[in-house]
């Protein structure tokens, strides 16, 4: 099924309520934005892998101690269609940390209809740390 526009702003609106979330310390709203099976997937970043709400709320409490102070997502795309009833985000974050440092991610999301509203079901989080290019060679 293909998506409306509406669809599509209501996918952003729920990545990005995340990061306003992750730094408000508003763990007791993570329903408005997760299904409740849904996956946090930090593994990449050496932190592991989360799996419902209980679950990524008791982690966001002890990652906010050393956390990025703001998240900000930037790049949104969403796949063309669901699929199963889930559709496909990619997005990048740029993290400021405490020290000043601002650090680069790269997120996947899957994302499905849930009560009211579109929720993530599968987040993916890894760090960018080294440049990407296009090999000369390689489609783009």
């Known amino acids: 099924m293909a998506l409306t526009t509406e669809d599509r702003l209501e996918i952003t609106e729920t990545l990005s309520l995340l990061g306003h979330l992750a730094d408000s310390g508003g763990p007791d709203r993570l329903e408005e934005v997760f299904t409740p ?4 997937d930090l593994t990449a970043a050496g932190m592991g892998a989360f ?3 209980d679950a990524i709320r008791e982690a966001a409490g002890r990652i906010a101690a050393h956390g990025p102070v703001a998240h900000h997502l930037t ?3 969403i796949g063309g269609e ?6 496909s985000a990619l997005s990048k974050g740029l993290l ?5 440092k601002v650090e680069s991610i790269v997120m996947a999301d899957d994302v499905r209809r849930h009560g ?3 929720r993530i079901a599968r987040h993916v ?6 440049p990407r290019r296009l090999d000369a060679h ?3």
């Open 116 to 118: 009211d509203g579109w």
């Open 51 to 53: 799996t419902g709400i």
């Open 96 to 100: 400021l940390m405490a020290d000043g």
């Open 37 to 40: 099976d849904a996956v946090y």
């Open 82 to 87: 669901e699929q199963d009833g889930v559709v």
């Open 138 to 140: 390689s489609p783009a």
């Open 75 to 77: 790049n949104v795309v």
């Open 125 to 130: 989080v890894t760090p960018q740390r080294a």
